[in-house]
Nanobody
């Protein structure tokens, strides 16, 4: 079971990014997928998730700017981030739960310059 996150980069305030998480080794369509982020010097926090049925949830701080989606054919989860702010600077991780254990992608760094 493997998750591979990509799509991060250095952007300016107000720009957008789309993060991607590619899953392998699982029947992707039956798994809930989550996105977390860890800002420099801070703890990792959950920011968004999408259920196997396609229902999305977000923390209040990102509602209206973050959009989580999935493509079950290509076994990918996505996190669209619009109107990026410096406080969005973090390593972003995708996560799911398999056989009772958390599975994490390697993280992708998003840096937002002011």
């Amino acid at each position: 079971v493997q998750l591979q996150a990509s799509g991060g980069g250095l952007v300016q305030t107000g720009e957008s990014l789309r993060l991607s998480c590619k899953a392998s080794g699982i029947n992707f369509r039956i798994y809930d997928m989550n996105w977390y982020r860890q800002p420099p010097g801070k703890q990792r926090e959950w920011v968004a998730g999408i259920t196997s049925g396609g229902s999305a949830n977000y923390i209040d701080a990102v509602k209206g700017r973050f959009t989580v989606s999935r493509d079950n054919i290509w076994r990918r989860a996505y996190l669209q981030i619009d109107q990026l702010k410096p406080e969005d600077t973090a390593v972003y991780y995708c996560q799911t739960r398999h056989s009772g254990a958390d599975v994490w992608g390697q993280g992708t760094l998003v840096t937002v310059s002011s």
